[in-house]
Nanobody, 131 residues
């Protein structure tokens, strides 16, 4: 049974940093794409960043490139999202999610993540960027 537990959200001032963690259980990373998504009030859920468990391929939304860094620790079955230079527009509920890839290829990962076709979702963690 796939389970995902996100943590690390909070209140931070603009320009600050937070690190989110997604602890996964019930599967191994090798065949999965794991990603971070967010949903702000009144807006649709969107991809923030994804990483392939097989080869480490990474995707970022344009809005976070250069500011956010996704990483994984296979030994801990945990995916991290380091968020730096935070802006008020980053305020949202952040979710981690996983999708099993039939073929471990970067294009398959992108298809899952950019279309939000994920198999399992964790509960969200609130990130608020405000002075």
């Amino acid at each position: 049974d796939v389970q995902l537990q996100a943590s690390g959200g909070g209140l931070v001032q603009p320009g600050g940093s937070l690190r989110l963690s997604c602890a996964a259980s019930g599967f191994t990373f090798d065949d999965y794409a794991i990603g971070w998504f967010r949903q702000a009030p009144g807006k649709e859920r969107e991809e923030v960043s994804c990483i392939s468990g097989s080869d480490g391929s990474i995707d970022y939304a344009d809005s976070v490139k250069g500011r956010f860094t996704i990483s994984k620790d296979n030994t801990k079955n945990t995916v991290y999202l380091q968020m730096d230079s935070l802006k008020p527009e980053d305020t949202a509920v952040y979710y981690c999610a996983a999708a099993r890839m039939r073929v471990p290829h970067v294009l398959v990962m992108l298809s899952h993540c950019r279309n939000l076709r994920m198999d399992s979702w964790g509960e969200g963690t609130q990130v608020t960027v405000s002075s």
